[in-house]
């Protein structure tokens, strides 16, 4: 995770998640995600936390999706997803 306090108007950090194939599963992705969203805001002090899932991280998406997080537009980028606080 790293911030990127002071670059927008919202706090924002972006988590990026780099797993082995064999971890890329439900059970280790939401375990991992919910602990992130759950601790992140107040650890790096921002009110919005982006990651990137592309399309075919199915299993990615269907928690991202399930904590909270919502697709993003963001110039330049694709594939983030946005959790507020």
Wanted: with cysteine; charged share 25%; glycine share 8%.
């Amino acid at each position: 995770m790293f911030g990127m306090i002071g670059q927008y108007k919202t706090p924002q950090g972006v988590l990026r998640l780099d797993i082995c194939y064999e971890y890329e599963k439900l059970s280790f992705l939401k375990e991992l995600i919910m602990l992130c969203a759950r601790d992140f805001f107040i650890l790096f002090g921002v009110k919005q936390i982006l990651t990137k899932a592309v399309p075919i991280a199915f299993d990615r998406i269907k928690i991202l999706s399930e904590i909270g997080f919502h697709p993003c537009e963001i110039p330049g980028r694709e594939y983030y997803f946005k959790l507020e606080k």
